[in-house]
């Protein structure tokens, strides 16, 4: 076999494997998908013997999805977490690009043990702190408050580390050159270097939107009320004591599923790019 054959041949076999794997990783999603056009009765009855309409419907319907909205009111939660996202991904920016802005550029004491603390935020397990964080919220009023959803979680100390790893690839004497024509810090952050770093902040924006679009004990906690809850707890509402509504979870899951992936697609480029540029590899 000549080499060139030996390499089409070897090509053709890793495209063929990642097709497979590609097909085993989303056959769930796609099954979940195909779940949400059939009835709760028929998810049930076509379970077992295993067939081909074990995954295909045999009488495809719209109802699950008609009746999340008439009857259980699914757009409310949605809305409020579309707000929610909407609201945190521009402030986590700022507030992260500033503090790591602060720790790239400038030199100060204790400098080293602060950013190992913001740094180890982000590896904490949330339940060891979600009681404590409860307290506060509780003292200053925000439980069932849009508040206590948005401003816990705007200091990421993850999102803080790919700034950081951003800034410093930044040459010090753009900064230099912007400081001696008379810029302010400020100046210089908002006017040279958030221009630079449109990839990274997508992609902090990318990662802030799916901790929160599917952040569930938090807003369990301190979202109870019906007026600020999120799509994430309003799916416990398909399941009740004596019957669950798998046909009607499907179909809220199916929309939850959709918008991530309609916002994650056109700015998959500039996510790559976010955290290539930054240095994280994984």
Same mark, same amino acid.
């Given at each position: 076999?000549?080499?060139?054959?030996?390499?089409?041949?070897?090509?053709?076999?890793?495209?063929?494997?990642?097709?497979?794997?590609?097909?085993?990783?989303?056959?769930?999603?796609?099954?979940?998908?195909?779940?949400?056009?059939?009835?709760?009765?028929?998810?049930?009855?076509?379970?077992?013997?295993?067939?081909?309409?074990?995954?295909?419907?045999?009488?495809?319907? $719209?109802?699950?999805?008609?009746?999340?909205?008439?009857?259980?009111?699914?757009?409310?939660?949605?809305?409020?977490?579309?707000?929610?996202?909407?609201?945190?991904?521009?402030?986590?920016?700022?507030?992260?690009?500033?503090?790591?802005?602060?720790?790239?550029?400038?030199?100060?004491?204790?400098?080293?043990?602060?950013?190992?603390?913001?740094?180890?935020?982000?590896?904490?397990?949330?339940?060891?702190?979600?009681?404590?964080?409860?307290?506060?919220?509780?003292?200053?009023?925000?439980?069932?408050?849009?508040?206590?959803?948005?401003?816990?979680? $705007?200091?990421?100390?993850?999102?803080?580390?790919?700034?950081?790893?951003?800034?410093?690839?930044?040459?010090?004497?753009?900064?230099?050159?912007?400081?001696?024509?008379?810029?302010?810090?400020?100046?210089?952050?908002?006017?040279?270097?958030?221009?630079?770093?449109?990839?990274?902040?997508?992609?902090?924006?990318?990662?802030?939107?799916?901790?929160?679009?599917?952040?569930?004990?938090?807003?369990?906690?301190?979202?109870?009320?019906?007026?600020?809850?999120?799509?994430?707890?309003?799916?416990?509402?398909?399941?009740?004591?004596?019957?669950? $509504?798998?046909?009607?979870?499907?179909?809220?899951?199916?929309?939850?599923?959709?918008?991530?992936?309609?916002?994650?697609?056109?700015?998959?480029?500039?996510?790559?790019?976010?955290?290539?540029?930054?240095?994280?590899?994984?």
């Amino acid at each position: 076999m000549s080499y060139k054959k030996h390499k089409t041949l070897k090509s053709l076999c890793l495209y063929g494997l990642c097709i497979f794997w590609t097909i085993i990783c989303m056959f769930p999603v796609l099954y979940a998908v195909l779940l949400s056009f059939r009835s709760n009765n028929e998810i049930f009855a076509y379970a077992l013997p295993f067939s081909i309409h074990t995954i295909l419907p045999v009488q495809w319907t $719209m109802d699950n999805f008609i009746a999340i909205f008439r009857d259980y009111n699914i757009e409310i939660p949605l809305i409020n977490s579309l707000i929610l996202a909407a609201v945190a991904i521009p402030c986590s920016i700022l507030i992260n690009g500033l503090s790591a802005f602060s720790f790239a550029v400038f030199k100060f004491k204790g400098k080293g043990i602060l950013l190992g603390l913001f740094m180890l935020s982000f590896m904490i397990p949330f339940d060891a702190i979600s009681i404590p964080l409860y307290r506060l919220v509780n003292s200053l009023g925000w439980v069932n408050t849009r508040m206590a959803l948005i401003v816990p979680g $705007m200091g990421n100390g993850l999102v803080m580390l790919l700034f950081i790893q951003f800034f410093r690839g930044i040459p010090s004497t753009l900064l230099d050159a912007a400081r001696i024509d008379g810029a302010g810090w400020l100046k210089v952050f908002f006017k040279i270097i958030l221009p630079l770093c449109v990839p990274v902040c997508i992609t902090a924006g990318l990662m802030v939107f799916m901790e929160h679009w599917n952040s569930y004990m938090w807003p369990l906690l301190v979202a109870r009320n019906d007026n600020v809850r999120t799509i994430q707890i309003a799916l416990s509402d398909f399941r009740t004591e004596y019957e669950t $509504m798998w046909s009607y979870i499907f179909a809220a899951s199916s929309i939850t599923l959709i918008l991530p992936l309609a916002l994650f697609f056109p700015f998959q480029k500039y996510y790559v790019q976010g955290i290539t540029h930054s240095g994280i590899k994984g």
